[in-house]
């Protein structure tokens, strides 16, 4: 079967698919404090969330994320994980994970674990307990922290994703990178996204350029960049002190568009070729229009044949150009 390759010649091997729109917290950059979430008929089955994932990796996806809002709060979810591994067992998918707020680790990292998970990116954006209240809103740090460690418990690596936000975490810059390598966790940095209606004056608020950010650890640690690549857009450094290795996803300061390798599915069944475009396609019409995946895997090339060559956020002029109006949650991180 030809494999999927879009119009600028890159291969898609990467599939981030939302499972649920909604979370047990309220980012701050992420969503609205009372969020207007779908309505449940309308989110992909669980049976349909496999036959989706599982025709994309018949089109050569070999890398799945499971996303949402936060995955672990959708029903019955461990039942997608567990239909999902048996293509890790075949060999034709190489790595099966997810992204999380970490508050339902503790009950679910074990079986995630058994489910073939080897590594999990944990979103936590604050060491200080109060100011991580202030900024989910709704979340728990310790509830936080015990996932963490269940999961590592469990044999699962742990990458931390902090979002780099002006003005309320950048006096942690250097106590989360004493954490994550006291903990033996890795650190990615991400630069804040204007997806949503959150007003423009606070993005440029929060917007904290990680080359500025980068340049504050080289002024105390000797940076070596490296090749390594784990499928996604972090580019990477190995802080030579510490023997840490630092992610950097720069979507504003230096997009990594010439190399995706990626799309995004969300609850829904909306295939997102950009997260930073609006274009879409629908996938669940021909999910359900027929029990053989003929008309979906049709959808999918023609989808990927639009892949545009990237996306054009700009805060550079003191103006937030190319805002989604989606939030982050709908389309899946």
Known sequence: MAPLIDPFARPITYLRVSVTDRCDFRCTYCMAEHMQFLPKKDLLTLEELD?????????????????????????????????????????ALKELTLTTNGSQLKRFAKELADCGIRRINVSLDTLDPQKFQDITRWGKFAQVMEGIEAAKAAGIRVK???????????????????????????????????????????RLDQYWPLKDLRARLAERFTLTELSERTGGPARYVR??????????????????????????VTCT????????????????????????????EDAIRRAIARKPKGHDFDYSRQKVEGQMSRHMSHTGG
Do not use: Y
């Open 160 to 202: 931390v994703n902090t979002v780099a936000l002006k003005g309320f975490n950048e006096a942690e810059l250097f106590p989360l990178l004493d954490w994550c390598a006291r903990e033996d966790n890795d650190l990615t940095f991400i630069e804040v996204m204007p997806m949503g209606e959150m007003g423009e004056e606070l």
């Open 51 to 91: 036959r989706l994932s599982s025709a994309f990796i018949r089109l050569g996806v070999e890398k799945l994320r499971i996303t949402g809002g936060e995955p672990l709060v959708r029903r019955d979810i461990l039942t997608f994980f567990r239909a999902m591994s048996r293509h890790l067992d075949s060999g």
């Open 239 to 264: 802080v030579e002190e510490t023997g840490q290795k630092i992610g950097f996803i720069t979507p504003l300061t230096h997009n990594f568009c010439e190399s995706c390798n990626r799309v995004r």
């Open 269 to 296: 069944g909306e295939l997102f070729m950009c997260l930073g475009q609006e274009d879409n396609a629908d996938l669940r019409a021909p999910l359900r229009a027929s029990e053989g995946d003929e008309l979906v």
